[in-house]
């Protein structure tokens, strides 16, 4: 049974940092993208960021691009999403996505690309 298990999310002030990670079980993602997404009250479910399967590629949202830094530890089968300078507009409930399929070079920003879900993880931010 795959597993994907958020955890780093709390509550930080406007300008401060956080580290989300995701681990992986059940399976290995070490030749699979995966991403992060974030949904906040009443607004739909957005893509934050991804690494493609070799973690040669990353690609981000306008609004993270330059903030926030994915990265992977594939013997970890662990995905790591670094938040810098923090904002309010950055609250939500962060879910990290895996993709099933190996090898995929395609684009990585929706939703359906991905396969596994996490529970999520919440982030405040305060002002």
């Known amino acids: 049974q795959v597993q994907l298990v958020e955890s780093g999310g709390g509550l930080v002030q406007a300008g401060g940092s956080l580290r989300l990670s995701c681990a992986a079980s059940?399976?290995?993602?070490?030749?699979?993208?995966m991403g992060w997404f974030r949904q906040a009250p009443g607004k739909e479910r957005e893509f934050v960021a991804a690494?493609?399967?070799?973690?040669?590629?990353?690609y981000y949202a306008d609004s993270t691009k330059g903030r926030f830094t994915i990265s992977r530890d594939k013997g970890k089968n662990t995905v790591y999403l670094q938040m810098n300078s923090l904002k309010p507009e950055d609250t939500a409930v962060y879910y990290c996505?895996?993709?099933?399929?190996?090898?995929?070079?395609?684009?990585?920003?929706?939703?359906?690309?991905?396969?596994?879900w996490g529970q999520g993880t919440q982030v405040t931010v305060s002002s």
């Open positions: 690494i493609n399967w070799s973690g040669s590629s990353t």
């Open positions: 059940g399976r290995s993602f070490s030749t699979s993208a």
């Open positions: 996505a895996a993709d099933r399929r190996s090898y995929y070079g395609g684009r990585l920003y929706g939703a359906d690309e991905y396969d596994y």
